[in-house]
């Protein structure tokens, strides 16, 4: 909070802070006990009618009643990280990306409109990371004309809480009915702790993406569309350990990048969980990743895994920015005259 030289807190924001980075303490109960208050940090995205909408790094957003505040300031863009690499989210979103490779892709300005016949909304989702090199509003109907063509329903995948990230743009989204489906988080660390654990034999790597993997992926969907997706990348390793039949006990997949491992489906038998084997799979394709030169991980973890986030608790990962997919409105059909 900001206080003067006297000592009492002060309001230091003005509606030329909009897409800032802000602090706000407001009174939020009064009675006879006296004043409560309550503090809010986030991307201050829009002032309107005296009320300040605030959204946080997980992407919620809070109504401040301008005449409640008590005090206010504009504060860094980013807190100091107390662990793993430094990372904007422009260069995590476009790693995670290239991981991630849709069947077709085509740019609008720099925004990137991707397809996978509606395999994982994050291959079928527009990208706008930077400038589409038109007003919103024009970029918009061109994704949605895009995606129609295609079959699809428009997605939008965005970001709130690191530097770098769209809280103003999530904010125009949402006034212009685009409704947020899915939030998860991408979360970072130090590649070396992830694979510093004694070698697993049990674990098998392969640059083959194999009928047996696939027997143990959840999210296969349309498979000739999965198999292309999952394949593609930079360089894709893919981690097995057999099972008493033909499906694994567990498997997963890395995406070497430069500098960044990228680990995902990394799925164990129901019947196998608590042997330590998502652990050995992580272990063994985080040594892959430091044997090419890599030297940060990142993954992305929906908030209801209560087992996989204690997971990668444990090996170092904290959360960089909280990730969100919109859907467009749909399209009021054209009145014609009879």
């Known amino acids: 909070m900001e206080f003067t030289a006297s000592g009492r807190l002060e ?33 201050l995205t829009s002032w309107n009618d005296g009320v300040l909408l605030i959204t946080r790094r997980t992407g919620e957003r809070v109504s ?3 005449s409640t505040m008590v005090a206010g300031k504009v504060v860094p863009a980013e807190p100091a990280r107390r662990r793993g690499p430094s990372a904007t989210y422009p ?15 085509e740019r609008l300005g720099a925004w990137e409109l991707r397809a996978a016949d509606g395999f994982t909304r994050r291959a ?32 939008a995948q965005t970001a709130t809480g690191a530097a770098g990230a769209q809280e103003v743009l999530c904010a125009e989204l949402e006034a212009r009915g685009w409704l ?20 697993d034999p049990r674990v098998l790597l392969s640059r083959d993406l194999e009928a047996q993997w696939l027997g143990r992926y959840q999210r296969k969907g349309a498979s000739e569309v999965a198999t292309r997706v999952l394949r593609a990348g930079p360089s894709v390793w ?34 196998c969980r608590r042997q330590g084997l998502a652990s050995a799979v992580m272990t063994a394709l985080a040594r892959r990743a430091l044997d090419e030169g890599a030297s940060a991980a990142w993954l992305q973890v929906e908030a209801d895994n209560e087992g996989a986030r204690a997971l990668y608790d444990r090996m170092g990962f904290s959360t960089h920015h909280a990730y969100h997919h919109y859907r467009a409105p749909e399209r009021k059909a054209p009145v014609t005259a009879r």
């Open 11 to 43: 309001v230091r924001l003005t509606r030329a802070d909009v897409g800032k980075r802000v602090s706000v303490r407001r009174v939020s109960e009064e009675g006879s006990a006296g004043r409560k208050f309550t503090d809010t940090v986030g991307v």
């Open 64 to 66: 401040v009643d301008a």
């Open 91 to 105: 260069e995590l979103a476009r790693v995670a990306s290239r991981g991630w490779q849709p069947i077709e892709s």
């Open 124 to 155: 079928n989702s527009v990208l706008p990371v930077g400038d589409p090199g038109m007003p919103l509003d024009d970029a918009l109907s061109r994704v949605q004309d895009w995606y129609a063509a295609r079959g699809l329903p428009a997605y």
């Open 180 to 199: 947020r489906e899915v939030s998860a988080e991408l979360r970072i660390a130090a590649l070396a702790p992830v694979a510093d654990a004694p070698d």
């Open 238 to 271: 893919f981690a097995t350990v057999s099972g008493e039949g033909e499906v694994p006990a567990a498997i997963g997949r890395c995406v070497v990048d430069g500098r960044w491992a990228g680990f995902a489906a990394v799925e164990v038998d129901p019947a």
